[in-house]
């Protein structure tokens, strides 16, 4: 399979812009910001860098591992790619292979894409565990960090130093983003990459425990193709 990133369109409004830059930071997303931003030179990669908006497949490859596992959508195409690694097959990302799509348009569905992104992380992991997906434990430990800080400073003010060192480092990436995304978008991120940690957590945990439909089931989820008008 091959694929690359999808890009948010210079014209997008101000706040998708923003969700963009968010998106393609690295203390956000990780290895991950590859789908959302041209990172490197064409290359052998893992499901982190890719994302189904912009893949393409070969056919029977794909009909051999039983195509998409719809009980775990959003994740159907990371499990997917994991099996087809497992069984000896090739991911390449081309960061010229790239789409224009916008982002999420207001705040309440991007912080519910998060959410989304995070429980199907989860779901994934239970269904089809790899090393990768380790990663992806950090936010939902963090929430775990944020809830017990209260208790935890009364006994130990100690506490609160990974917290002051996880401000600068939001702080550092900021101002990382600013040659991207210029000085006031930049800054107006900040925020969100806090949100991004906390919502994909958050996500994350539900996905632990949500009941997954055996394979073959048709979920309940609608899923709907959208297009922007030129």
């Not at 690295?26 to 908006?53: H, M, N, Q």
């Not at 380790?134 to 400073?153: E, G, K, M, Q, W």
């Not at 600068?168 to 800054?187: E, H, K, N």
Request: aromatic residues 12%; glycine residues 8%.
């Amino acid at each position: 399979m091959v694929g690359g990133p999808n890009l948010c369109p210079a014209d997008a409004p101000f706040l998708e812009q923003v969700f963009a830059l968010v998106l393609s930071s690295w203390i956000a997303f990780g290895p991950s910001r590859a789908r959302y931003a041209k990172v490197g030179d064409v290359r052998a990669t893992s499901e982190k860098e890719l994302i189904l908006c912009n893949l393409l497949g070969r056919r029977e490859a794909l009909l051999k591992h039983g195509g998409f596992n719809e009980a775990l959508y959003p994740n159907e195409e990371n499990a997917l790619m994991d099996n087809l690694q497992k069984a000896g097959g090739t991911l390449l990302y081309d960061p010229e292979l790239f789409v224009l799509r916008r982002p999420r348009r207001t705040l309440p569905a991007f912080a519910k894409m998060l959410m989304n992104y995070g429980r199907g992380r989860a779901e994934q992991f239970r269904t089809t565990p790899t090393p990768g997906s380790l990663l992806n434990f950090v936010p939902p430990l963090f929430v775990l960090y944020v809830i017990a800080l209260v208790p935890l400073t009364y006994f130990w003010p100690e506490a609160l130093l990974p917290m002051a060192f996880y401000f600068l480092a939001i702080l550092g990436q900021t101002i990382a983003l600013v040659p991207q995304g210029g000085i006031c978008r930049s800054f107006c991120a900040l925020p969100f990459l806090v949100e991004t940690h906390i919502f994909y957590g958050l996500g994350f945990w539900r996905g632990l425990f949500t009941t997954l439909k055996p394979p073959g089931v048709k979920s309940d989820v609608l899923v709907k193709l959208e297009t922007v008008a030129k």
